[in-house]
Structure formats: structure tokens, C-alpha cells
């Protein structure tokens, strides 16, 4: 979608919003895959309720994008635009055990900037891309820690009630792969409680995800981490490799050799590609083992 509207566009630099048009999304998620539309950059986050009410005003519909390493974005040109955030700087504020966190920093260098100040806790995440923002609205999680076990806090947009809110940790349920957020709200800010540890301890909790991750994930490929959700008391991963699926393609959307329950772009991949293989993989462990696989990914194709 491409912003045309001359009152939109003149009132962007009184916002703090930076118009980027034509951005292509494969560019900016870890799949490498997605059309194009204008990508809005947000540098004051408190003009969101405003600018949001411009976007309607203009009939522009929007989504929300984080690290784009949890998503895969349909092909083409796309019908609606997309909102980023620009990290303030600094991104993390510690005070005590408290970190105040932007929505928009970095996840594995935030975990790093903690450590290195004795704050533990969020080992098993060092190796999950994205923003803290993205894995917060999903409770992200990894090696028995997910991010919502430290959550106190959450600063947010909420497309309910058009406002900036704060919510307590204990107004919010964190669940496997799973929050009680909605799909439009808008994460903006966290502050996270961490535990007191050595720096040394942290580093050695953080060498072993590291290398388990190293051992059994295709980290150097494109990819969104898992495509489907774990079934209860299984691993969807372990259920498509006894399908010997793994290096199963369509086009160059491709079971990973090394784990089963990442599809990897193994070269130009287009979402239709990936969205056939995932509809391919689905059926098949649902004839196999009459279990439905939920998407992990989240998928905007629309
Ligand atoms: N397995 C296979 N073949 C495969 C993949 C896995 O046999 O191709 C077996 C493994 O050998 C192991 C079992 O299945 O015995 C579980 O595998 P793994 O430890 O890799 O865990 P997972 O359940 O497949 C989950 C998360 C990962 C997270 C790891 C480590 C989900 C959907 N996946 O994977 O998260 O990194 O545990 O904690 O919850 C993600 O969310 O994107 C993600 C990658």
C-alpha cells in the first residue's frame, strides 16, 4: 500500500514518523520472504494514539512489526501499511533487579546488557532473534524459561480503549507461546524483575543454550525459528521428522535437515511456497497422527 494522501503526510514530521515508502518486507524479516508496502518509522512513541486516528482518518490500515523473526508476510504488494518503532536510547534502564526495557531493543543484547550487570534469568533466550517487544506479546521461551515469568510491567497501546496504558505483570497471563494481549495492541515498554547472579554464572548458563541451540537448530539459514506450536506432551519437530520429512520442499521452501519443525527459505522462497509446505506438513501429521498443528509463525497474508 502505497500513502498518498497529502494531510497524512504533512503531519508525519510533527509526529516523530519517518516515511518509508516502498519498503520491501523480505528485507526486514529473518525468513526473507514478503512483498512491499510503506513502512512508518516511530521515533516518539506518545504521538501513536494520534497517528493512529490520521491512519483511520486516511482509511490506511496497518499492523505492527517487530524484529520480523516470528513472521511470514504474504508476497506482492501489500494492502495495508506497516508501523515500526525506533528504540530510545538508552533502550535498557536498570534500577536494582528492575529493567526497564523498550519495546524495540534488541532481545539477545538486552539479555547480554543484564548479565553483564549480574542480572540472570533470561539465558535460554540469548539465541532467539527479535525485539523485546516480540517476544513479550508472544512469550517467547526457550531451554524452561519463557519472558513472562519475569514480566512486571508492560507499557502498551492498546487498539481497544485508542490509548497508551500500563498494565501490571499480574493483569496479564502468560501461557506456552501465548499472552493475553491482543493481536493490535501495541507492546511500547517493559520493565522485567531479574534475579541477582555472577556474571560468570549467567555466561555459563548462556554457553549451554548456545551450544544446544548450535546442535539442533539451522542457525545460519534463513528461517522463523518454529513454524508450529509443540502438541501437548510432544514435539511437533520430533512428530514431522518420524514422517521423514525433513528436506521436503515446495519450490524453495524447505524442511530444515537439522530440525523438522523449521522450514527454511533455501533461496528465493515466496510465501505462497512456504504457506503450501506448511498446509502440506499439517495435513500430513494430522492423517499420521490425528493431531492439528497450530502456527507458531504468525502470518500476515492479508
Ligand atoms: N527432535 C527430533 N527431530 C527433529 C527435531 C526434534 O527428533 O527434527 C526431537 C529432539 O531430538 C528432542 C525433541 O524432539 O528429543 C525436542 O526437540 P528440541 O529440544 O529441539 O525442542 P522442540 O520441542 O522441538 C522447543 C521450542 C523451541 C526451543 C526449544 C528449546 C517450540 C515449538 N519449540 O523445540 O523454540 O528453542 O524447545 O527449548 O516450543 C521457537 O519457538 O521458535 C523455537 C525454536
Same mark, same amino acid.
Given at each position: 500500500m502505497h500513502i498518498s494522501d497529502p494531510k497524512l503526510i504533512g503531519r508525519l514530521a510533527e509526529l516523530g514518523v519517518e516515511l518509508r515508502t516502498g519498503t520491501r518486507l523480505s528485507e526486514q524479516t529473518s525468513l526473507g520472504i514478503g512483498g512491499t508496502t510503506d513502512l512508518l518509522r516511530i521515533?516518539? *512513541?506518545?504521538s501513536i494514539p494520534d497517528l493512529l486516528q490520521l491512519l483511520d482518518e486516511s482509511h490506511v490500515s496497518h499492523k505492527f512489526l517487530g524484529g520480523g523473526s516470528n513472521l511470514l508476510v504474504g508476497d506482492g504488494d501489500l494492502p495495508w501499511v506497516v508501523l515500526q518503532l525506533v528504540p530510545h536510547e538508552p533502550d535498557v534502564v536498570l534500577e536494582g533487579n528492575f529493567a526497564h526495557v &523498550?519495546?524495540? $531493543?534488541d532481545l539477545g543484547r538486552t539479555v547480554t546488557f543484564c548479565a553483564k550487570r549480574d542480572? @540472570? +534469568?533470561?539465558? @535460554?533466550?540469548? +539465541?532467539v532473534p527479535g525485539t523485546v517487544g516480540g517476544a513479550l506479546r508472544m512469550n517467547a521461551g526457550a531451554y524452561g524459561m519463557q519472558i513472562g515469568s519475569y514480566v512486571r510491567e508492560v507499557k502498551l497501546y492498546r487498539a481497544a480503549t485508542r490509548k497508551v496504558e500500563t498494565l501490571r505483570g499480574h493483569q496479564i497471563s502468560f501461557e506456552y507461546r501465548h499472552t #493475553?494481549? $491482543?493481536? &493490535?495492541d501495541m507492546m511500547l515498554a517493559v520493565t522485567l524483575e531479574l534475579p541477582s547472579k555472577p556474571y560468570n554464572e549467567i555466561l555459563q548458563g548462556i554457553r549451554i543454550c548456545n551450544e544446544k541451540r548450535r546442535s539442533s537448530q539451522p542457525l545460519g539459514q534463513k528461517s522463523a525459528g518454529c513454524i508450529f506450536r509443540n502438541p501437548a506432551g510432544a514435539s511437533a519437530g520430533r512428530l514431522i521428522d518420524e514422517l521423514a520429512?525433513? +528436506?521436503? #520442499?515446495v519450490g524453495d521452501a524447505r524442511v530444515s535437515d537439522r530440525h523438522a519443525n523449521f522450514f527454511v527459505n533455501?533461496? *528465493?522462497? #515466496?510465501a505462497k511456497d512456504m504457506l503450501a509446505l506448511i498446509a502440506y506438513v499439517r495435513e500430513r501429521v494430522q492423517k499420521a497422527y490425528g493431531v492439528a498443528l497450530d502456527n507458531e509463525v504468525v502470518v500476515w497474508n492479508a
Open positions: 521515533t516518539k *512513541h506518545e &523498550d519495546a524495540a $531493543a542480572l @540472570g +534469568g533470561m539465558e @535460554g533466550l540469548i +539465541g #493475553s494481549f $491482543a493481536p &493490535d520429512l525433513k +528436506g521436503f #520442499s533455501a533461496g *528465493h522462497a #515466496s
